[in-house]
């Protein structure tokens, strides 16, 4: 199989290593295993590419340094070096400087084990914020909001950590429209709830590493079906944004041992404000009704009228 994701023209070098790692991401699945393998890395450790050589980074991604040559001229390079180098100069005109938050974060580390690790969260939690909104764009986000506006109908499904989210995510939803709902319902599992599925849906659907074999499955019935796929997950190379329309990476990194939830609530909050700044004006109009029958029944807490 020959590898070919770009023209074979060669890409300027000076390309922002994001719109690499798309062209990349965009066209995996037509890359020979060994290649597949060495872009597969690249997109889940874009920071070691500047930074270390071909033969070291190789070696991590456990391919022949040829296979990182193949991948760089799949992309349009003439060769890895070339590869590297918007990658390489990122790293030289370097990030902005937040050196009050680097004297909060350090200052964190002081009294003990217990210090190091309140450090160690806060510092992956910014950092998870920090990288989804530099990745992420407007348009793109609009783009998944639109389709879930006019879906027939939208599924929402997350398992394990994101279960919570996910769900969530519809229920804000269903106070402004009524074609949202989470999956899976009751009992059931993920394809059950899609077996009715086709053209003109949504499935909006979420799994980070290790990945959900249910969600993968889901994603794969989905798609056969002629269902829309908004995908989130931690990774480029992720079986669920390879088959996804609008695919949007997570950063869930953690010094726990669960993937941090932090930026994905970040972004389905912002996916949320996405959809109601689309949506008609009746939309406003059901959010505030369903306010209303709350107060009316009282639901929430009034401190001039409580209930006995």
């Given at each position: 199989m020959k590898e070919m994701i770009v023209p074979s023209t060669t890409v300027d070098a000076a390309a922002a290593p994001a719109g690499v790692l798309e062209r990349l991401a965009a066209g995996l699945e037509t890359l020979t295993p060994q290649v597949r393998k060495a872009a597969a890395y690249v997109l889940e450790n874009p920071n070691d590419v500047g930074v270390t050589s071909i033969r070291e980074i190789a070696e991590s991604a456990d391919v022949?340094?040829?296979?990182?040559?193949?991948?760089?001229?799949?992309?349009?390079?003439?060769?890895?070096?070339?590869?590297?180098?918007?990658?390489?100069?990122?790293?030289?005109?370097?990030?902005?400087?937040?050196?009050?938050?680097?004297?909060?974060?350090?200052?964190?580390?002081?009294?003990?084990?217990?210090?190091?690790?309140?450090?160690?969260?806060?510092?992956?939690?910014?950092?998870?914020?920090?990288?989804?909104?530099s990745a992420a764009d407007a348009q793109s986000l609009k783009r998944a909001a639109d389709a879930i506006l006019a879906a027939r109908q939208t599924f929402v499904l997350g398992v394990g950590v994101a279960h919570a989210v996910a769900r969530n995510f519809a229920y804000l939803a269903g106070m402004a429209v009524d074609n949202v709902r989470a999956i899976p319902r009751d009992d059931g599992i993920p394809i059950d709830s899609i077996a009715r599925a086709g053209q003109g849906d949504v499935l909006l659907a979420m799994t980070f590493r290790p990945y959900r074999r249910e969600v993968v499955e889901a994603v794969a019935v989905a798609r056969?079906?002629?269902?829309?796929?908004?995908?989130?997950?931690?990774?480029?190379?992720?079986?669920?944004?390879?088959?996804?329309?609008?695919?949007?990476?997570?950063?869930?990194?953690?010094?726990?041992?669960?993937?941090?939830?932090?930026?994905?609530?970040?972004?389905?909050?912002?996916?949320?404000?996405?959809?109601?700044?689309?949506?008609?004006?009746?939309?406003?109009?059901?959010?505030?009704?369903?306010?209303?029958?709350?107060?009316?029944?009282g639901i929430y807490w009034d401190e001039e009228s409580p209930r006995p």
């Open positions: 022949k340094p040829n296979s990182f040559v193949r991948m760089a001229r799949a992309v349009g390079f003439d060769g890895y070096d070339e590869f590297r180098q918007p990658f390489r100069d990122r790293i030289r005109e370097g990030r902005e400087n937040y050196p009050d938050r680097v004297r909060w974060l350090q200052s964190l580390s002081h009294g003990g084990k217990l210090a190091g690790l309140y450090k160690a969260m806060a510092e992956a939690s910014l950092a998870n914020i920090e990288s989804l909104y056969d079906r002629g269902v829309s796929i908004v995908g989130l997950s931690d990774s480029p190379a992720s079986p669920v944004l390879l088959r996804a329309d609008h695919r949007f990476v997570i950063p869930v990194d953690t010094p726990q041992f669960f993937a941090s939830t932090v930026a994905l609530a970040a972004f389905l909050e912002t996916l949320m404000a996405f959809v109601i700044a689309d949506a008609d004006p009746e939309a406003i109009e059901n959010i505030e009704e369903f306010h209303r029958r709350r107060r009316e029944f």
